[in-house]
């Protein structure tokens, strides 16, 4: 007994009150590693999910206006209704991109940014022909905006002008493997060959068939724009902020700015509405837990009515009573919080094992945030105190003659 | 204040349930007064008032009109803090049902009150090491003949045993007064007349005032000051100059 009267005293309550112990103890384990659970699988679900819709986009684009037509009415009396046919894009592309680059990756917010060439174009080879998407850019400069290098699984990221990466549905299409030659045309017939590299996959079949990551300047070639580029692909520091970073981009450089948030809606909306949904199933669970030791600790103190009574009359004062059950609360709190993310840390494991997705690889990734287990922690502790705070002031106001008698 | 006096109780009246139909007036009017060191036994049929003139003077209860000095201190309209600062530091109780925590060991129930003492803002005990605490509940233990029981858990002793425990605790902190609601109520004779000895030597070694309110004659009869109430009025208090602590046991 050293440890101090409260301590000392709300750990043998609770020592001598076993089952109702076990009971809060268990259900404030059971409710932690719910929420334990469901914020591992839904953050790696949603990794998993960004990683693949994101993987091979960049977080911001920057693009030139698209041309549209401004119909030339004379300052007419008479009201009419144009009818205005909207005009065939031609393949918009900005010049100067340099200095522009520059002005980008300098903006708050931005990590790298990197020029691109793309286009349609048609792949070739033998009696094969595959309509694809040609990506031309400098590599250096483009792998720091997207991750693509682990997407590669055969060959090397190395291109060279004559190089192409491509994926691996587009070389199975071919009937192409690593090292092979391909020709790629444009639709005024100008082609180049180029050599495979490597095979990229990027996760979605639509892209693994049309991507061909090649050079910038064999691109502007084929897309006969030389010297210039399409579009500037940028990454940012937080991906989240890239509405914000989006608009300053579009006041700096006039061009037309869309950022992933805009491109993926249906993305970013799903994974907004799942938020809400897990915000608002944590904060029942934490309701139903804080009632549960709630309406355990009320029924103890009825029970010790006697005890508490003698603890008063030999000289214990109120808030020594009241601190005696709020630490009751605390205890249970953190007991459960530490049970329940061993708990949770199981499920996780087992459950990372079993949902698995299309391609057979794990639902989400064993990425356990430990800091989660020290937020849990104190939030459980602060709960059990609150939850304590009834049944405690029940106990303080206890009358020592009369809970003696009775 | 007399330096003498420990319980000075003047014109103390309780009633309870004031303002309801249930109203009704317990003590009428008491006045009391116990000096330091005084063996005294009260008595008095079911009803008269005991129990309620033991909770007060033990600052377990407020009474509803009158003065309480204690120890040369007013006490009548302390708060509940200061009433429990006050009872930690100058009263030790014992209860008829020994009262004991059934999940602390006879030790550790001996030393529950300097352990109180630490955090309990009254100071009283608070300087008290564990070790030092520990030591002076083995030793009132040894001195209550339990030295062999320190690490029993009350359900483990028997009732007398159980009394002697709750008469170590009540004596840790060297209280002025010990105040014994029936404290022999349900023990067998002989084991009563080993509690009623071991308040006699406490009384004697250690000057402790001891008011034990008793329904047994015979008990009654051995303290040196009888104060006897009826219909919450005290109707005699009277010295008892046959009383003697060396009294065999008479009871069969």
């Known amino acids: 007994m050293t440890l101090g009267f409260e301590l000392t005293v709300a750990l043998r309550f609770l020592r001598e009150g076993r089952m109702q112990t076990a009971l809060i103890v268990g259900g404030a384990a059971i409710g932690v590693s719910v929420i334990f659970f469901i914020t591992a699988v839904l953050t790696g679900v949603q990794q998993d999910l960004i990683r693949r819709v994101m993987g091979s986009q960049a977080h911001v684009v920057v693009k030139p206006q698209e041309e549209t037509v401004t119909p030339l009415v004379a300052n007419s009396d008479v009201e009419r209704l144009p009818s205005i046919q909207a005009r065939p894009q031609r393949l918009n592309s900005i010049d100067g991109w340099a200095p522009m680059a520059h002005l980008i990756e300098i903006t708050p917010g931005v990590r790298a940014v990197a020029p691109v060439a793309t286009g349609a174009a048609l792949a070739i080879k033998g009696n094969t022909t595959r309509s694809i998407v040609i990506i ?82 064999v691109a502007q070639t084929l897309l006969g724009i030389p010297g210039r580029v399409t579009n500037l692909d940028v990454a940012l520091n937080e991906m989240i902020q890239a509405d914000a970073v989006a608009s300053r981009l579009r006041a700096q450089t006039g061009q037309l700015v869309e950022s992933w948030i805009q491109t993926n809606s249906f993305l970013f909306t799903a994974i907004n509405n799942q938020n809400v949904m897990t915000y608002l199933i944590r904060t029942f669970i934490t309701i139903v837990v804080a009632l549960g030791i709630a309406s355990v600790l009320v029924v103890t103190v009825v029970q010790k009515r006697k005890e508490i009574g003698i603890l008063r009359a030999v000289g214990a004062t109120r808030r020594q009573m009241l601190s005696v059950f709020l630490l009751q609360g605390g205890i249970v709190g953190a007991a459960g919080a530490l049970l329940g993310s061993v708990m949770g840390l199981g499920l996780v494991v087992v459950f990372s094992r079993i949902l698995r997705n299309a391609e057979g690889d794990p639902l989400f990734s064993l990425h356990f945030d430990f800091r989660l287990i020290g937020v849990v922690l104190v939030a459980a502790v602060v709960l059990g105190v609150l939850s304590a705070v009834l049944p405690a002031r029940n106990a303080a106001r206890l009358d020592p003659a009369q809970a003696i008698r009775g | ?62 009474g509803t009109s009158g003065n309480y000095h204690l120890s040369g201190r007013d006490v009548t309209s302390f708060t509940d803090d200061e009433r429990t600062r006050a009872r930690h530091a100058i009263i030790g109780f014992i209860f008829q049902f020994h009262h004991l925590l059934p999940a602390f060991t006879a030790l550790e129930n001996v030393m529950l009150p300097a352990l109180i003492g630490t955090s309990n803002g009254g100071g009283v005990g608070a300087a008290l090491t564990p070790a030092r605490m520990r030591a002076q509940a083995a030793e009132l233990l040894d001195g209550v003949g339990l030295g062999d029981a320190m690490d029993k858990k009350p359900h483990e002793l028997s009732g007398g045993m159980q009394q002697r425990v709750a008469i170590a605790r009540s004596l840790i902190l060297s209280p002025r007064l010990v105040l014994a609601d029936e404290p022999t109520g349900n023990l067998d004779t002989h084991t009563s007349d080993g509690i009623f000895e071991l308040l006699r030597r406490f009384n004697r070694e250690r000057g402790t005032a001891l008011l034990i309110v008793t329904h047994d004659p015979l008990l009654a009869a051995r303290c040196d000051r009888i104060v006897e109430l009826v219909d919450g009025l005290i109707a005699a208090d009277r010295p008892n100059a046959a009383s003697t602590s060396e009294a065999p046991s008479q009871a069969e």
Do not use: C, W
């Open chain 1, 136 to 217: 031309g850019t400098e590599l250096d400069r483009y792998l720091r905006v997207v991750q693509l290098e682990d997407k590669l699984k055969i060959g090397v990221f190395d291109m060279r002008p004559g190089d192409a990466v491509i994926g691996i549905d587009l070389a199975h299409d071919l009937g192409a493997v690593l090292g092979d030659r391909f020709r790629v045309q444009n639709a005024e017939g100008v082609s180049e060959t180029l050599r495979i590299r490597g095979l990229i996959d990027l996760g979605s079949r639509g892209l693994n068939q049309r991507n061909v990551y090649a050079d910038l300047r």
């Open chain 2, 1 to 62: 204040m007399s330096g003498e006096a420990l319980i000075q109780l003047s014109g103390l009246r309780k009633t309870y349930n004031v303002g309801l139909p249930s109203e009704a007036e317990v003590l009428h009017g008491i006045d009391l007064e116990v000096g330091l060191g005084e063996f005294t036994a009260m008595i008095g049929p079911s009803g008269s008032g005991k129990s309620t003139l033991l909770n007060v003077l033990g600052l377990l209860e407020q």
